[in-house]
């Protein structure tokens, strides 16, 4: 169990949470000299900068964006007096990639994994109805012993730079919203949900942690805020009559209410949205309560102009607001744990989301995306390293798991994007991970992990670990594209094929397809890049995709064009996206959306 609860913070009559989100004071340590020049106590300079984003978009200095090393933030938090008698947390939705946290110049905690939300218990180490300085040290590093995986290399000149093994910008910083929250000394800790329907009704299983002995109780209400089912003890179950379930865009949400009771009096009292749905894999069907759905929609990114991978609440609107138009019911969350924002509104908006941990990068090579399209292969999980890598892998999927199994939008768990299979050292590593999801959730949803081109039937040694086949394919962009497409189409439904012989019995998805495609570039006839190579692309996928009887759903590399480190594949940038970066569609959307729309409801089923 992790040793703080992921609870989202929320004011309730038991509970403070104060935002420490705006302009903190910012600068670099690129001779990571910061302790010894006592910057713990405060840093030097007079830079500010804005919290939530990442830091590297905002400077015109190029050695900024790409810094690779410690930054420092710094805040002063003014901590009331009248929570004198309570815990007090700072919780960060997330440092990139690993934290040191100094309050009052006290190293009071680190964490490492950039995509989770961490706490730091201060409660020991403020001072009430006073300002306390916050300090905080972020180092961006890659390392083939944390996810995302990657390396640091240093230039002649003695510059430190981000060399990943993925294709996303190494953003960094704290991108995520910062909290300062108070809660009860016995308070709590944590919750899991299960649900069985039966006809009209529904039971919810629970199991509440708290840290102490007292009473709990649980109260389930409407949308009208009418009680709904009550429920006694840390363990059991809340009876609802005609339940409205948790559906596709058809969200129905209840509000869960949880207390510690001393008598009457209330200890502690927290509140979650929760959503009743069950999500099941049977045969090659994914059922969201027992009904067959087949997927549409994208792997996406958090990533805009300016802010980076920083959490922008108006991306995530517009975001949601063209799915929506384009007819998706779903994503993933390609290839890292996003903000808890976009969860919450995925749960109301009814999108079904493929929750990813950010193991991205587990093959060795720089561009390894495109070398493993090559069928080149690399040991990567036979290193020395490899079982220092396992445990922050681990600890990142205890993470995911505890912040985001109450989310009834979250169907899936995906464990890994496009590692190494092909060799025998990998099987044992799956293993675990695959266990570990399992073990952890009690709603038991499908694991799946995104294979990589070269992850076919005769070679790849891992894909029975998934519940879902998830393909990643890339047949008439990186194979046989422009002129030859039809050679790509043959190659395509040879492998489909293969799969097809296998007679696995499991729903396969694809969670990658797509062609980089410049938003202002139009060709009659098309040539790769344009417009109108992207919609001749997508009708060849597509017709693939309705073929086969097994394929349950498709998700489009990317949902938006998005930044990457600078190179010759790259236009600045992934330019695969329906979307442009500014979120204006490309001529594809409108084909796309004709599809989607078009699709029946069950398709397949
Ligand atoms: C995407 C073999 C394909 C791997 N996939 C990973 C993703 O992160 C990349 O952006 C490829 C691409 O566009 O090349």
């Not at 309570?86 to 905690?109: D, L, P, Q, S």
């Not at 950039?114 to 040290?137: C, E, I, W």
């Not at 199994?405 to 044992?428: F, G």
């Not at 204006?584 to 078009?598: T, V």
Request: aromatic share 14%; with cysteine; glycine share 6%.
């Amino acid at each position: 169990m992790l040793e703080y609860s992921m609870l989202y913070p929320r004011t309730t009559l038991s509970r403070r949470s104060i935002s420490m989100d705006g302009m903190w004071k910012f600068c670099t340590d690129a001779k990571s000299a910061g302790e010894q020049e006592g910057w713990n106590d405060g840093i030097p300079g007079n830079d500010r900068i804005p919290v939530p984003a990442s830091f590297q978009d905002f400077y015109t200095e190029k050695d900024i964006r790409e810094f690779a090393g410690d930054v420092w933030y710094e805040k002063d938090m003014f901590v009331p007096g009248e929570w004198e008698r309570k815990k007090i947390f700072i919780r960060f939705g997330a440092a990139t990639h690993r934290a040191v946290v100094y309050v009052n110049g006290r190293r009071i905690t680190e964490h490492e994994g950039g995509f989770l939300p961490f706490l730091a218990d201060v409660t020991d180490a403020v001072r009430y109805n006073a300002y306390n300085k916050v300090v905080v040290k972020v180092n961006n590093e890659l390392t083939v012993t944390n996810i995302p995986c990657g390396e640091t290399h240093i230039l002649p000149d003695g510059k430190k730079m981000n060399r990943p093994y993925f294709d996303f910008f190494n953003y960094a910083g704290l991108q995520r919203s910062v909290h300062l929250v108070a809660v009860p000394r016995e308070y709590i800790f944590d919750f899991d949900l299960q649900y069985a329907l039966s006809g009209k009704n529904a039971s919810v299983h629970y199991a509440v942690k708290t840290t102490g002995e007292h009473a709990v109780e649980l109260s389930l209400l409407d949308q009208t805020g009418k009680e709904v089912a009550t429920a006694k003890g840390k363990n059991g179950t809340l009876e609802v009559e005609n339940a409205r379930l948790w559906r596709v865009h058809d969200a129905y949400l209840y509000r869960l209410v949880v207390r510690i009771l001393d008598g009457d009096a209330i200890i502690d009292e927290y509140e979650q949205n929760i959503g009743i749905r069950t999500v099941e894999v049977k045969g090659t069907s994914i059922l969201l309560n027992g009904e067959s759905v087949y997927l549409k929609g994208f792997g996406k990114h958090e990533d805009s102009d300016i802010a980076g991978r920083g959490f922008n609440i108006c991306m995530m609107k517009r975001d949601f607001e063209l799915m929506k138009w384009i007819g998706a019911n779903s994503f993933r969350t390609a290839h890292y744990p996003y903000s808890e924002e976009i969860y919450e509104m995925a749960d109301q908006e009814g999108f079904l989301v493929i929750d990813e941990v950010a193991a991205v990068g587990m093959f060795e090579s720089l561009m390894n995306f495109m070398e493993a399209s090559t069928g080149k292969k690399t040991a990567f999980f036979e290193k020395e390293t490899t079982p220092i890598l396992l445990k922050a892998h681990k600890r990142a999927i205890e993470e995911l798991i505890t912040r985001d199994k109450n989310h009834p939008c979250v169907i899936a768990w995906s464990l890994l994007n496009e590692p190494e299979t092909t060799n025998e050292a990998a099987v044992p590593y799956f293993k675990e991970v695959f266990e570990l999801a399992h073990a952890l959730d009690v709603q038991k949803r499908p694991r799946t992990f995104a294979l990589i081109m070269n992850s076919v039937p005769g070679a790849c040694k891992c894909y029975s670990f998934s519940d879902i086949i998830a393909l990643n394919r890339y047949y008439g962009w990186y194979v046989k594209g422009g002129y030859e497409i039809s050679e790509a189409e043959v190659l395509f439904r040879k492998e489909m094929d293969e799969w097809k012989a296998l007679n696995l019995n499991k729903p396969f998805l694809f969670t990658e397809y797509g062609a980089d495609t410049l938003g202002m570039e139009h060709k009659l006839p098309s040539v790769m890049w344009s417009q109108e190579y992207q919609e001749e692309y997508l009708n060849m996928t597509n017709a693939v995709f309705d073929s086969y009887d097994f394929i349950r759903g498709e998700q489009i590399w990317n949902f938006a064009d998005f930044q990457t480190t600078e190179g010759i594949l790259r236009v600045n940038g992934n330019k695969k996206g329906i979307f442009t970066r500014q979120r204006q569609p490309k001529d594809a959307a409108y084909l796309l959306r004709k599809r989607w729309k078009e699709l029946p409801p069950y398709y397949k089923a």
